[in-house]
């Protein structure tokens, strides 16, 4: 009796051993798989050549450099529009607003669609120097804002606009932009 007890625990564990062994077999098979799939797959390296220094994001915070880039973009998405691209303009700017600021600058942004809806007055906006506080989570620009009306050129003026951000994870989203008045600069000429 001792014997077919014996034999009944060497035979369940025969089998527990094999079991093992073709788990263990399957799971290499799927290793060399995936690492067969990982070598032959392609990889991209998204190439920015107008950057002048390598740009890394960090979760610590934003660079001066990554957030000079984003306001440039942005500011040139901002202060150009014409009546063609007013839905265009409107909706590439929502889509980098922050969650909570996306209501408030979508309703100041319809109050310029309405204004310029169907009208032959264009602006658009050269940048003459900027300015970026990573710490604070601002940026300005300075330049000149062109009106043209039809085809003639109206106004040119020098203006600063200012440009509030938001950075949570590795995200910067924009929370709103105005015009600096001149009230709003220090004895410096810097704006506040």
């Known amino acids: 009796m001792d014997y077919s007890v014996g034999l009944a625990q060497n035979q369940r564990v025969l089998k527990q051993r094999n079991a093992l062994g073709i788990a263990v077999l399957v799971l290499l098979g799927l290793v060399v798989l995936l690492f067969t799939l990982g070598a032959t797959r392609d990889r991209e390296v998204v190439l920015q050549p107008i950057l002048r220094n390598p740009l890394s994001i960090s979760s610590s915070g934003v660079s001066a450099d990554y957030l000079e880039m984003v306001t440039r973009d942005t ?72 009106t043209v009306v039809g085809s003639k050129a109206v106004t040119a003026e020098v203006k600063r606009f200012r440009f509030i951000w938001k950075y949570s994870g590795l995200s910067l989203q924009l929370r709103g932009f105005g015009m600096v008045k001149p009230a709003d600069q220090d004895e410096m000429g810097r704006a506040l």
Request: glycine share 6%; proline share 4%; no cysteine.
């Open 75 to 146: 500011a040139l998405i901002a202060l150009n529009r014409s009546p063609e691209n007013l839905n265009y303009w409107m909706d590439s700017i929502l889509e980098i607003a922050a969650p909570e600021a996306h209501g408030a600058l979508k309703r100041d942004l319809m109050k310029v669609v309405q204004e310029q809806g169907g009208s032959s007055i264009s602006q658009y906006y050269t940048i003459d120097s900027m300015t970026v506080d990573p710490d604070r989570l601002t940026s300005e620009v300075s330049g000149t804002l062109h």
